[in-house]
T-cell receptor, first 114, second 113 residues
Framework: EAEVAQSPRYKITEKSQAVAFWCDPISGHATLYWYRQILGQGPELLVQ????????DSQLPKDRFSAERLKGVDSTLKIQPAELGDSAMYLC????????????FGQGTRLTVV | GDSVTQMEGPVTLSEEAFLTINCTYT??????LFWYVQYPGEGLQLLLK?????DKGSNKGFEATYRKETTSFHLEKGSVQVSDSAVYFC????????????FGKGTTLSVSS
């Protein structure tokens, strides 16, 4: 069964260091989302791509976060420099860009900033 | 802006008990509604969805009905199992199509045998 792949599963980094997460969506899915989930909360959108274009990055802290999807397939989310408050689960999801179709989520990357 | 409100947990039940998790929403458009489930250390899995008023989504014994008049999408199951223990998230996706999901804060369900 096709699934969204994310790596790494776990990441521990020191504050002020750079960290990057990778996501490979389900083949053929044009829409890709990065969400951040703080422990005990629901996921919140960071950025949405349609193919290689950013559709919504209004909640992305652009002073330290960046995201790219250069060829419209896999995507990288980067944080530089990491802060203690960035500790969270980072979830990638993908979907067809059809009407009201479901988003498929990866297993996430658990980031701990020390 | 759009938002989703879920009942706070944790919800603790005995096996075979009836489950209800309340969810209400606020949306400017005509959203689709979803329930996702998250098992410990895992990503989210779609449990069920409904795209228009009075639609009933169902899966694995869980059901939810899209109630536009009460802006609600409550999750129910007639007889829960220990394996249903997880965190349940209500979510909406507003128009236009492809708009990112907005999630509630999640409700933790713990079922004991």
């Amino acid at each position: 069964e096709a699934e969204v792949a994310q790596s790494p599963r776990y990441k521990i980094t020191e504050k002020s260091q750079a960290v990057a997460f990778w996501c490979d969506p389900i083949s053929g899915h044009a829409t890709l989302y990065w969400y951040r989930q703080i422990l005990g909360q629901g996921p919140e959108l960071l950025v949405q791509f349609q193919d290689e274009s950013v559709v919504d990055d209004s909640q992305l802290p652009k002073d330290r976060f960046s995201a790219e999807r250069l060829k419209g397939v896999d995507s990288t989310l980067k944080i530089q420099p990491a802060e203690l408050g960035d500790s969270a689960m980072y979830l990638c999801a993908s979907s067809f860009s059809d009407v009201n179709t479901e988003a498929f989520f990866g297993q996430g990357t658990r980031l701990t900033v020390v | 802006g759009d938002s989703v409100t879920q009942m706070e947990g944790p919800v603790t039940l005995s096996e075979e008990a009836f489950l209800t998790i309340n969810c209400t929403y606020t949306a400017t458009g005509y959203p689709s509604l979803f329930w996702y489930v998250q098992y410990p250390g895992e990503g989210l899995q779609l449990l069920l969805k409904a795209t228009k008023a009075d639609d009933k989504g169902s899966n694995k014994g869980f059901e939810a009905t899209y109630r536009k008049e009460t802006t609600s999408f409550h999750l129910e199951k007639g007889s829960v199992q220990v394996s249903d223990s997880a965190v349940y998230f209500c979510a909406l996706s507003d128009q236009p199509a492809g708009t990112a999901l907005i999630f509630g804060k999640g409700t933790t369900l713990s079922v004991s045998s």
